[in-house]
């Protein structure tokens, strides 16, 4: 089994499975280098949904 890493949103740094409690982290992710760009990731997935006309339906 491969191994999964988090992004853990009280100490701000990846960690492994056996990290804090599921509420607060992202992932799972494939590396810890993935992991560790989680908040970038999450940046830009919002920014293209904010600019995606097909979730901007209230215009």
């Not at 409690?21 to 990731?41: F, H, Q, T």
């Not at 600019?51 to 339906?57: G, K, L, S």
Request: aromatic share 10%.
């Amino acid at each position: 089994m491969s191994e999964r890493w988090f992004y853990c949103l009280v100490h701000h740094r990846p960690e492994p499975q056996e990290g804090c409690k599921p509420a607060d982290r992202l992932g799972p992710y494939i590396s810890e280098a993935e992991a560790a760009r989680a908040l970038e990731k999450v940046k830009e997935r919002n920014e293209a949904w904010d600019n995606d006309p097909r979730w901007n339906d209230l215009t």
